[in-house]
Each structure stands twice: as structure tokens, then as C-alpha cells.
């Protein structure tokens, strides 16, 4: 099984930047992809980003230009950093994996508010 802890999240003001981690652990040698969710208040979650094993990676079209996901496979991490942060991007996000393994995996959250 796959275990994912988030952490990174915090208060910004808007055009600031945040940078998320997110550490996997357990069966991590069969993930194929990581990716990163977010939940705004009332809103259902949406996909941010994600990369796959090969080091593909997709963005939602609000993100791109803006955000960065990337890993680093020696410490089993996947980063998502934020720039230019609007107000907009206030929500919870969620790391995710997918592996045949497991299926699909959820953090539990960080959360990101981005206010004046």
C-alpha cells in the first residue's frame, strides 16, 4: 500500500509563492503517477497537476505558467510550487497516487489560503 503526507500549506498574500510536498511511502516502486488535487469551500476537486513515472507531467489550464510540479525520486517526493498565487487558488490540496498496487492513493491535505 502506498501512504502520502502532504505538508507546505499555509497563509499568502496574493502574487506570493508556496512550495507543497508531498512524501510517499510503501509500495512507492509501482506509483506510476503523482499528482496534486485541490478543494475549494463548496466546490468539488479538481486536478492540478501530475506526473507520471517518465517524468510527464499536466496542468490545469488555470495553473500553467503559474505552477511547477516535480519529484525527486530519491526521497520518494513530489513538490508543487505555487507562484503568483491569486485569491482563487485558496483550497485544500491533496496529493494523490496511482499504482496498480494500491489504485488510488489520497493525502490528507494541506491547506492553502491566499488573502490580503
Known amino acids: 500500500q502506498v501512504q502520502l503526507v502532504e505538508s507546505g500549506g499555509g497563509l499568502v498574500q496574493p502574487g506570493g509563492s508556496l512550495r507543497l510536498s508531498c512524501v510517499a511511502s510503501?509500495?512507492?516502486?509501482?506509483?506510476?503517477?503523482l499528482g496534486w488535487f485541490r478543494q475549494a469551500p463548496g466546490k468539488q476537486r479538481e486536478l492540478v497537476a501530475f506526473?507520471?513515472?517518465?517524468?510527464?507531467?499536466t496542468y490545469a489550464d488555470f495553473v500553467k505558467g503559474r505552477f511547477t510540479i516535480s519529484r525527486d525520486n530519491a526521497k520518494n517526493t513530489v513538490y508543487l510550487q505555487m507562484n503568483s498565487l491569486k485569491p482563487e487558488d485558496t483550497a485544500d490540496y491533496y496529493c494523490?497516487?496511482?499504482?496498480?498496487?494500491?489504485?488510488?492513493?489520497w493525502g490528507q491535505g494541506t491547506q492553502v489560503t491566499v488573502s490580503s
Open positions: 510503501g509500495s512507492i516502486f509501482s506509483i506510476n503517477r
Open positions: 494523490n497516487a496511482i499504482s496498480p498496487e494500491s489504485g488510488s492513493k
Open positions: 506526473i507520471t513515472s517518465g517524468g510527464v507531467t
